[in-house]
Structures are given as C-alpha cells and as structure tokens.
T-cell receptor, first 115, second 114 residues
C-alpha cells in the first residue's frame, strides 16, 4: 500500500509550546524509527519501536522529548517546551522487522521551526 | 561508538563524468552498510546495502559500492553520472544486535551539470 506518511508536513511554533508529530508506518511493519535532520548535524537517531515498546531511546536529546506507539502502528513524537535548537526535519522510518539488515522506508518528514 | 564520515560535502560534476563518494565508518564489530539517496523534493530511499559476501555491491540506477574491511570504507561509485543523479547521498552503518538503528554520515550533495 502507501508508504510512510507523516503529519504535519510543516509546523511553526513559538518557543515554549508543545508540539506533536505523527507517523503512520507502512502497514505490517513492526519496527519504527524516528530520526532528526538538523542543519549541520546530519541525520541523528532518536528512538526505535518494536511493536509498541521502545527498546532503544538512546537518541532522545532531553526529557522534553517523548514518543509513543499504539496498536503497533501509529507513532507520535512529542516535544515539550520547544526550544529554537529543536528546529529540524523530523523523519520517521519503518521496516518489516527489526534487525540491522532490514531496509528502512522513510517518510517525507515534518519540518519544525521554533521561533 | 559507531560513527560515519563522508569526506565530500559538495560535489559538482558534468554529465558522463565518473563518481566516487567516500565513506568511512568506525565500528569494531560486524557492520551492515547502506547508501541512501534523497532526490530533490523526495523521501530518503535505499540505493544499496551490504551485509556479507561479495564486497562489491550493486544497487539501483547503476550505482555500486565496495566494502573494504581493512580501510573501514564503503565508497559509492558510478561510472557515468546523469543530470538526474543530482541529489543528496547518505552513507549509514547499522551494527549487530536486535535494533536496526542507523548511524548516518553528514551527507554529500551531488550536483550534476547537464
């Protein structure tokens, strides 16, 4: 079916506000990843889900960042009390199974701008 | 910790020129290596990947990459580029274990002049 989708595609917010970013993975994909692409930083891993659990949260930059996944499908990344350094493109990817050899399919990303 | 280094940040070539983009990784264990490409206005997509076996890997659109273990390198090559190859190219490494977490290089922007 369809590929990975993300919403919103763009989000402008004021410093200190909370934002929620959504990811719809490819149907049937059990693994889901969040990455962040910042200017000058490249692509950074944030968090990995297998089903609804997150065995690897090592990339979350601070406790202002959290994510959940429900029903083994949709995932939401929440950033509380946004800061200007949170401005980036947030990418979601999914793969059929976990493991380092699985191909990850990426969504179009959410471009976040914190003023 | 794993890391990936892409030496060329911005490459400009004329059509039909040969391409080689460098990628070096730092990881002591078994590695799984990837090249992803992002065409203008499109999603990141897989170009090719290496897990084991023949160190010369062929991908889509005429791209290939060679894994040289002794040099910790996985350089991307194409004998003759086209204008449509204009894109950003990312090298990534995934380690062993149960997670498919990828560590990406900084990316290389390739501009092909017609």
């Amino acid at each position: 079916g369809a590929g990975v989708s993300q919403s919103p595609s763009n989000k402008v917010t004021e410093k200190g506000k909370d934002v929620e970013l959504r990811c719809d993975p490819i149907s049937g994909h059990t693994a889901l990843y969040w990455y962040r692409q910042s200017l000058g930083q490249g692509l950074e891993f944030l968090i990995y889900f297998q089903g609804n659990s997150a065995p690897d949260k090592s990339g979350l930059p601070s406790d202002r960042f959290s994510a959940e996944r429900t029903g083994g499908s949709v995932s939401t990344l929440t950033i509380q009390r946004t800061q200007q350094e949170d401005s980036a493109v947030y990418l979601c990817a999914s793969s059929f199974d976990r493991g380092p050899q699985e191909t990850q399919y990426f969504g179009p990303g959410t471009r976040l701008l914190v003023l | 910790a794993q890391s990936v280094s892409q030496h060329n940040h911005h490459v400009i070539l004329s059509e039909a020129a040969s391409l080689e983009l460098g990628c070096n990784y730092s990881y002591g264990g078994t590695v799984n290596l990837f090249w992803y490409v992002q065409y203008p206005g499109q999603h990141l997509q897989l170009l090719l990947k290496y897990f084991s076996g023949d160190p010369l890997v062929k991908g889509i659109k005429g791209f290939e990459a060679e894994f040289i273990k002794s040099k910790f390198s996985f350089n991307l090559r194409k004998p003759s580029v086209q204008w449509s190859d204009t894109a950003e190219y990312f090298c990534a490494v995934g380690g062993s274990g149960n997670t498919g977490k990828l560590i990406f290089g900084q990316g290389t922007t390739l501009q092909v002049k017609p």
